[in-house]
């Protein structure tokens, strides 16, 4: 058994709504075999060295019955442990609170142990620290000596621990991250004895020791402590999307961040990429206290490889696949996307996923755009309670409308041309973003953005 490629998936993702740490295990000699191999012993060894607390009851089941528990399972078990023993080593309050295994596609040998992620490097040390654990365990005639990891168990535990204590956190900032994390309000510890409460300009710096009482005076029930975010989804045309939605808000007034592949922008300024760093552009202008929207772009492939790099949107637009590009990355985003959106999703009445996205989150929460050979889909759309933005009349006076079934909620002068399903995606996402028919009109009409 030896650990291969591991990774951190930052964000929502195919695994979990939050961030996660894949580890590839090639099982070797254990593929497919069972703890009870390793000897009547084993099973209260393994209990005793990892001090597991029955964070699941089916596997100690499985562990102490003479068969015993599959060895991919008791390893994922093992990293679990050791990741919660840094949690308490450093203070923390937190636990692993989700852990699965994922078989990999044509290999009976191998599989990724995937379970929430903190910190990468303190995660890959975990899963190295809990093979070596097990393998200690296991008989020679299992484990082979040519794959044994340096150094013991007990070694690699207390340098794991060591290193712990040097970031460890008081009991008040334990307790304070734990009831933002509770209340689902984004949190970071800063230097001292501080937290961030909140993104963009909604945060709040707080001493640790009264986040407990400000949590509730700061971000009452009922309120949101995420600034409005739009992701735009997709192959191509991301790049241009998020600009002319960028540019309609700060018409607004409002102060936006845009981060795209290309750039990472607040206020229509471009950021130094050097202070970025590794965190990505979104997750950057969200510590800014300048921050009131975020628009973002993403392309399937990166999501599905390594994370949405945010954990919630406010809107979503879904472009629609290229002709040629195979459909799994494509699909599989659109899975994590509308796992992360609590809000409008955005997609063309043609687009071939159109009917899923309908069917997953109702009626009520898509927005389809008419065009092309999408037009009596949106009107059975409109018709069941959902929104579509649709174009009417021609030439000059031509304009495209944002409609419910009883209403017409904006409507915007547009003459048409190569831009307008664009034009359209933005109309819809600053609805979902929260903007009123009216602002979008104004807004659409100052904006800097290409008409034809």
């Known amino acids: ?33 069972r703890s009870g191999e390793a000897g009547a012993e084993f099973a209260a060894r393994f209990i005793h060295r990892f001090a597991l607390t029955g964070r699941t009851a089916e596997f100690h089941a499985d562990l102490n019955r003479p068969r015993g528990a599959p060895f991919a399972e008791t390893l994922l078990e093992a990293v679990v442990a050791v990741e919660q023993a840094f949690a308490r080593a450093m203070g923390r309050l937190d636990t692993v609170d989700f852990a699965t295994i994922v078989p990999r596609r044509g290999s009976k040998r ?15 040390t975990a899963a190295r620290v809990a093979l070596a654990g097990l393998l200690e365990l296991t008989p020679a005639r299992l484990a082979s000596s040519r794959v044994r990891p340096r150094g013991s168990f007990d070694a690699l535990l207390k340098k794991m621990e060591q290193r712990a204590r040097r970031r ?15 209340r689902g309000v984004p949190y970071e510890s800063l230097a001292g004895q501080y937290l961030r409460l909140g993104e963009g300009a909604l945060q709040r710096v707080v001493a640790a020791s009264t986040a407990g009482a400000a949590l509730e005076r700061m971000f009452p029930a009922g309120t949101s402590a995420h600034v409005p975010t739009a992701l735009i989804l997709g192959d191509r045309g991301t790049t241009s999307s998020a600009g002319d939605l960028d540019a309609l808000l700060r018409e607004t007034g ?88 609590t809000g409008p999703i955005v997609a063309c009445a043609d687009n071939p996923h159109a009917g899923r996205l309908v069917a997953a989150v109702g009626p009520r929460r898509v927005v389809l755009l008419a065009s ?48 307008m399903r664009q034009a359209m995606f ?19 009409e100052g904006a800097a953005m290409p008409r034809v």
Not at 429 to 441: D, K, S, Y
């Open 1 to 33: 058994m030896k650990l291969l490629r591991g990774k951190i998936l930052r964000g929502c993702n195919v695994h979990h709504h939050a961030s996660v740490f894949s580890q590839r295990v090639d099982l070797g000699r254990f593929a497919g075999r």
């Open 110 to 124: 191998e599989v990724e142990l995937v379970w929430t992620c903190h910190s990468g490097s303190v995660s890959r």
């Open 168 to 182: 460890r956190w008081s009991g008040a900032m334990a307790t304070a991250a734990l009831a933002a994390k509770q």
């Open 254 to 341: 409002r102060t936006v961040g845009l981060a795209t592949r290309k750039a990472t922008m607040i206020a229509g300024k471009p950021v130094d990429p050097t202070s970025v760093g590794r965190g990505g552009g979104a997750r950057f202008l969200l510590g800014s206290p300048q921050l009131e929207m975020l628009v973002c772009a993403a392309v399937p492939a990166r999501v599905v490889e390594r994370g949405l790099r945010l954990d919630h949107a406010t809107a979503t637009a879904i472009l629609d696949p290229r002709p040629d590009a195979g459909g799994g990355a494509y699909r599989r985003a659109i899975d994590v996307v509308v796992a992360a959106t």
């Open 372 to 419: 092309g050979r999408g037009k009596r889909a949106v009107r059975d759309h409109l018709a069941a309670g959902g929104l579509a933005v649709v174009s009417a009349g021609t030439g000059p006076g031509a304009s495209l409308e944002l409609r419910s079934a009883s209403e017409t909620i904006a409507s915007v002068g547009f003459p048409g041309g190569r831009r």
């Open 426 to 444: 933005t109309i819809a996402l600053a609805f979902g973003l929260g903007l009123t028919g009216v602002e979008i009109a104004r807004a659409f």
